[in-house]
């Protein structure tokens, strides 16, 4: 207890030698080129993290960061950046300067908006935005052409753009927690998707989703639905009304729940990447 009430007081002391009481010299870039700051309640990122012009991975989760330096931007070569969990109210622009970057993290954190200067992440495939304060769905993502998992659950989301179906590359959408009111139309016309995630949301009826042909997995629990979206074979639900055999017992509010939790494992190491699949467990685990 002690120990944390220090880390928090030297914390929130900017300056070079607190933050060298905090995470301790970084003189060495790391052999896996991979450098984890998570948790240690940073209120600014050590300069000497920008100098490491080789590091793949960098990890600042669970801080008090607000802004980045415009040295970050000099890090030319990373793939992975991880900023969840923070206090950022916009996206620092040295994020957008980052080549290489195909993996971003910026769930909870105080995000409403995102700039135009994103689309020059032309190399991003993951980005998490989840428990943010989008009101609306940020455009800017329809321009990330390599995009192939997006993570936007728990904001107030209430409709996305038809330009969405722009994005080919795209293959699993997380929408749970928002404030649909109808199943996005645009999804209708995205037969690539292999994953659609829209549980926790207020959608009354669902269209026939058996044309996308894509589509392995949908999510629809928790919605105040008077149907069960109708699917190819083969397509696994999750929701009142699925599938099951006749030996399989009702959910507690009366649904029909086909996937153990097994057979959502199997199917999301398949579909999904590695933090997909957490998110995927965590969703089914308390309703299995």
Same mark, same amino acid.
């Given at each position: 207890?002690?120990?944390?009430?220090?880390?928090?007081?030297?914390?929130?002391?900017?300056?070079?030698?607190?933050?060298?009481?905090?995470?301790?010299?970084?003189?060495?870039?790391?052999?896996?080129?991979? #450098?984890? !700051?998570? *948790?240690?309640? %940073?209120?600014? =990122? $050590?300069?000497?993290?920008?100098?490491?012009? /080789? +590091?793949?991975? &960098?990890?600042?989760?669970?801080?008090?960061?607000?802004?980045?330096?415009?040295?970050?931007?000099?890090?030319?070569?990373?793939?992975?950046?991880?900023?969840?969990?923070?206090?950022?109210?916009?996206?620092?622009?040295?994020?957008?300067?980052?080549?290489?970057?195909?993996? #971003?993290? !910026?769930? *909870?954190?105080? %995000?409403?908006? =995102? $700039?135009?200067?994103?689309?020059?992440?032309? /190399? +991003?495939?993951? &980005?998490?935005?989840?428990?943010?304060?989008?009101?609306?769905?940020?455009?800017?993502?329809?321009?990330?052409?390599?995009?192939?998992?997006?993570?936007?659950?728990?904001?107030?989301?209430?409709?996305?753009?038809?330009?969405?179906?722009?994005?080919?590359?795209?293959?699993?959408?997380? !929408?749970?927690?928002?404030? %649909?009111?109808?199943? $996005?139309?645009?999804?209708?016309?995205?037969?690539? +998707?292999?994953?659609?995630?829209?549980?926790?949301?207020?959608?009354?009826?669902?269209?026939?989703?058996?044309?996308?042909?894509?589509?392995?997995?949908?999510?629809?629990?928790?919605?105040?639905?008077?149907?069960?979206?109708?699917?190819?074979?083969?397509?696994?639900?999750?929701?009142?009304?699925?599938?099951?055999?006749?030996?399989?017992?009702?959910?507690?509010?009366?649904?029909?729940?086909?996937?153990?939790?097994?057979?959502?494992?199997?199917?999301?190491?398949?579909?999904?990447?590695?933090?997909?699949?957490?998110?995927?467990?965590?969703?089914?685990?308390?309703?299995?």
């Amino acid at each position: 207890m002690m120990g944390n009430v220090m880390h928090g007081a030297v914390a929130f002391i900017p300056s070079e030698r607190c933050q060298r009481f905090l995470v301790g010299d970084l003189k060495e870039m790391p052999l896996d080129r991979t #450098l984890d !700051l998570s *948790n240690f309640q %940073l209120r600014r =990122l $050590p300069m000497a993290a920008c100098l490491f012009n /080789e +590091l793949v991975k &960098l990890y600042l989760s669970g801080n008090n960061l607000n802004t980045l330096p415009a040295d970050l931007q000099d890090l030319r070569k990373l793939q992975l950046l991880a900023l969840d969990f923070n206090n950022f109210e916009e996206l620092p622009a040295a994020v957008c300067q980052l080549p290489q970057l195909n993996i #971003l993290y !910026l769930g *909870n954190n105080k %995000l409403w908006s =995102l $700039p135009r200067e994103l689309r020059e992440l032309k /190399e +991003l495939n993951t &980005l998490w935005l989840e428990t943010n304060r989008f009101i609306e769905f940020p455009n800017v993502v329809c321009d990330l052409s390599n995009l192939k998992t997006l993570h936007l659950g728990y904001n107030q989301i209430s409709k996305l753009p038809m330009e969405l179906s722009g994005l080919k590359e795209l293959r699993s959408i997380w !929408l749970a927690g928002n404030q %649909l009111f109808e199943f $996005p139309p645009v999804l209708l016309a995205m037969h690539f +998707l292999t994953v659609i995630d829209v549980d926790s949301n207020n959608i009354c009826r669902f269209p026939g989703l058996s044309h996308l042909q894509g589509l392995k997995l949908v999510i629809y629990d928790h919605n105040p639905c008077v149907n069960a979206p109708v699917v190819g074979e083969g397509v696994r639900r999750v929701g009142r009304w699925a599938d099951s055999s006749d030996d399989e017992e009702d959910g507690e509010d009366g649904s029909k729940v086909c996937e153990t939790l097994t057979e959502v494992k199997e199917l999301a190491t398949e579909l999904a990447s590695e933090g997909e699949l957490d998110t995927l467990l965590e969703k089914v685990r308390g309703r299995i």
